[in-house]
Antibody, heavy 121, light 110 residues
Framework: QVQLVESGGGVVQPGRSLRLSCAASGFTFSSHAMHWVRQAPGKGLEWVAQIWYDGSNKYYADSVKGRITISRDNSQGTLYLQMNSLRADDTAVYYC??????????????WGQGTMVTVSS | QSALTQPPSASGSPGQSVTISCTGTSSDVGGYNYVSWYQQHPGKAPKLMIYEVNKRPSGVPDRFSGSKSGNAASLTVSGLQAEDEADYYCTSYAGNNNWVFGGGTKLAVL
């Protein structure tokens, strides 16, 4: 079945780096744009970044621009989020989500279960 | 980009209908027919319920419907059932490959 599985979360000190991964299965990963969306504890959802199906274009929320990089390896069916200079307000569950594309344009039609990132000294 | 405005809570009795609003601006909700709604149960991932304002993905009951007027969108849940109790989030495409979410609405089925 269509599935996204995130990994790589954990506890990290402020200013340090962390890389999240999202393994896709059950669909043609290389045909879909992908997103990262985060949710701080007890808070709402926040769009973080998008990458096109071929990795040629990447877009970021202003809140993370310059500190976070989205990338993908289509040969491995994996999406990544490299997070640098982490701050306390980056503490959140990070979800990867599939772009709905032609079937559900400008929406997120499949979500992973999320991985928790805690930034704390 | 400011978050879309949703009421923090909504409620209804089983069988009733409830409508959740989502207010944005002409730069997001009002500018594009790309409003989507997500259901999130505690500790679970969000689930797409409505896309492109009023379209339902396969498998979503037709009790869920969406609409939009000007800068405001809404989600209506008819024939409320206990399993509809969850948090609901709206989101809108905001141009320039940017998306903005609402703050979420906690729906209680009394």
């Amino acid at each position: 079945q269509v599935q996204l599985v995130e990994s790589g979360g954990g506890v990290v000190q402020p200013g340090r780096s962390l890389r999240l991964s999202c393994a896709a299965s059950g669909f043609t990963f290389s045909s879909h744009a992908m997103h990262w969306v985060r949710q701080a504890p007890g808070k709402g959802l926040e769009w973080v970044a998008q990458i096109w199906y071929d990795g040629s274009n990447k877009y970021y929320a202003d809140s993370v621009k310059g500190r976070i990089t989205i990338s993908r390896d289509n040969s491995q069916g994996t999406l990544y989020l490299q997070m640098n200079s982490l701050r306390a307000d980056d503490t959140a569950v990070y979800y990867c989500a599939r772009d709905g594309q032609q079937l559900a344009r400008y929406s997120f039609d499949i979500w992973g279960q999320g991985t928790m990132v805690t930034v704390s000294s | 980009q400011s978050a879309l405005t949703q009421p923090p809570s909504a409620s209804g009795s089983p069988g009733q209908s409830v409508t959740i609003s989502c207010t944005g601006t002409s730069s997001d909700v009002g500018g594009y027919n790309y409003v989507s709604w997500y259901q999130q149960h505690p500790g679970k991932a969000p689930k797409l319920m409505i896309y492109e304002v009023n379209k339902r993905p396969s498998g979503v009951p037709d009790r869920f419907s969406g609409s939009k007027s000007g800068n405001a969108a809404s989600l209506t849940v008819s024939g409320l059932q206990a399993e509809d109790e969850a948090d609901y989030y709206c989101t809108s495409y905001a141009g320039n490959n940017n998306w903005v979410f609402g703050g979420g609405t906690k729906l209680a089925v009394l």
